[in-house]
């Protein structure tokens, strides 16, 4: 029985893709491909950091992907550029129908649970306009561990008291999907960019051997990760959450 | 003082792009993009199934990874073609100096420690000319675990009886450089691509804002990584492992 929701927040609530503005303006021309790989370098490092038993907050796995990308494409940055860019993660524009799809699941508690630090979240979602329809924020720091590692998925019971098979977890990234599926949670994927989609995009490029970064991203990180975990539910956008089987109407 | 090198496999001894033959003859036209994603993504999931606690071996992952890459692309392939080309991992060339490095290092007890399932490793090396020169093939199958988690490290020690700080861990994947780093090895890297041309080959393509996906692979997986673990040295190739300081000669 569904007793929460429980959302994801980068790529899920907020656009990762929001950065590109910043990361053009500090350098012209390079814009895209700076924000896919510093993207794909965020999560790298937030699972190796897990697994090698080396956690640092995602504060400083954002600043220090962002340092990697600049080095390895050949541009120099200042620490305080580096601070400048990566804050803009702290104000990610919110997908257009967030707001709107979380007021639609007023009749249930709705948390965040995800990879930013605590300051890094509060600092997002107060920005926002999402802010009034969240309760909880919980951020993986208290686990000391990035999703998928099943100890920050633990922090639900513990901060909520609500069960894995009463949560509906909602994502819209691949290996938190699989993630929060294998730790036992109920799994809605929002699934932003359909297949047919990446596959008609790369089909165009390939033909050439030439790619847009983004397109290579696409290809990488948005689609449904065949590692046997799948989702219970997979809709187009948040805003059919509130249409899925048995969920209550919006309290008034 | 230096008792034992141990090697990584892939993309250390053993080259991955050496598939590329493979994946153009079952796709034509796609060959790059398929070995390039089938590369991120195995090693995605490796991390991955780690984090999770849903461990399954390198051999299982190796063709997950490849089916998602395929199915990605829009490309249709039936079981037994995933296995004929999974099968080439089986079969990778080695790197042209490494047979005669391995032999240059015969006064040290030489192992490989690798993700690949023990069969695998068995193909793979039985199969080269490598194989008289290595000692102890270990798997960290027999942990449970993907690199860079410090339970497949530990399988060293255990199995060699050689402590962390008496083994030069060799790998050029970053990713595995901070890994043994972190768990205490001393570490050499084989630096096989130079960042200045890593940094030519995208300064060319992002004016275009068009990449191979070999030049984004490269970008992603072949340097040095930003998690503030740094190798003890860093060579070109392998054969200058022999002329590190301290190392002894030849046996005859």
Do not use: C
């Not at 950091?49 to 640092?56: N, V």
């Amino acid at each position: 029985m569904t007793k929460a929701f429980v959302f994801d927040a980068y790529g899920t609530l907020f656009d990762v893709q929001s950065v590109a503005d910043a990361t053009e303006a500090a350098f012209p021309g390079h814009g895209d491909i700076i924000t896919q790989i510093w993207r794909m370098k965020q999560l790298e490092y937030s699972w190796l950091r897990s697994l090698m038993g080396a956690y640092e907050d995602f504060w400083a796995v954002t600043r220090q992907s962002l340092a990697y990308t600049l080095g390895v494409l050949g541009l120099e940055a200042s620490p305080a550029l580096i601070d400048e860019i990566a804050e803009t993660y702290n104000s990610l524009t919110p997908y257009p129908e967030a707001e709107a799809a979380l007021a639609a699941l007023s009749a249930y508690p709705r948390a965040i649970l995800s990879n930013g630090s605590p300051a890094m979240l509060d600092a997002l979602v107060g920005r926002s306009p999402l802010a009034p329809h969240i309760g909880a924020i919980l951020s993986v720091d208290a686990a000391g561990a990035f999703k998928p590692d099943p100890r920050a998925y633990a922090l639900v019971e513990a901060r909520l008291g609500v069960k894995p098979a009463d949560v509906v977890f909602v994502s819209a990234n691949g290996f938190d999907i699989a993630g929060a599926k294998r730790f036992g949670f109920r799994v809605a994927r929002i699934a932003r960019v359909p297949a047919a989609a990446v596959r008609a995009e790369i089909g165009k490029a390939a033909q050439a051997g030439l790619l847009p970064p983004a397109t290579f991203y696409k290809a990488l990180r948005t689609q449904l990760e065949g590692l046997g975990f799948a989702p219970d539910f997979e809709v187009a956008s948040l805003s059919e959450l509130a249409r899925l089987p048995g969920i209550a109407p919006a309290a008034h």
